[in-house]
């Protein structure tokens, strides 16, 4: 059964999953018309290919490290850092440890 997306005014726990996080999965948090929350799970050497997302995204490593290369170049990204991609920015990610991040997808033109 999957588990159930956050209600508005729920505080929703993103603090490393430690010990945990080696049987952890990627799980949505909150979704609407104009946003997504997804704690991201990626294992050690686990490689997600360059793909688009259909909105500007928001990465922040909460525990692990993976490699991002986006806009023409490939970052390390560690547990407090974060990096901002723009709409349909091609994007891909490498796992040198098993990591989760916390991805913020902005849906459209906020108003």
């Known amino acids: 059964m999957a588990a159930e997306q956050a209600q ?3 505080v929703v ?3 490393p999953l430690e010990m945990k996080l080696a049987k952890a999965r990627t ?21 997600i290919t360059a793909h688009q997302a259909p909105g500007d995204l928001i990465v922040q490593c909460l525990e692990g490290e993976v490699a991002v290369t986006a806009l023409g ?4 990204l560690r547990p407090g850092e974060l990096v901002y991609l723009p709409d349909r ?3 891909s990610l490498s796992a040198k440890y098993d990591s989760s991040l916390l991805v913020t997808m902005l849906f459209g033109k906020q108003e």
Do not use: N, S
């Open 8 to 10: 508005p005014g729920e």
């Open 13 to 15: 726990d993103v603090r």
């Open 27 to 47: 799980t949505t948090l909150v979704k609407t018309d104009r946003y997504e929350i997804v704690r991201l799970v990626v294992h050690r050497g686990r490689e």
């Open 73 to 76: 170049k490939t970052q390390r």
């Open 89 to 91: 920015a091609p994007h």
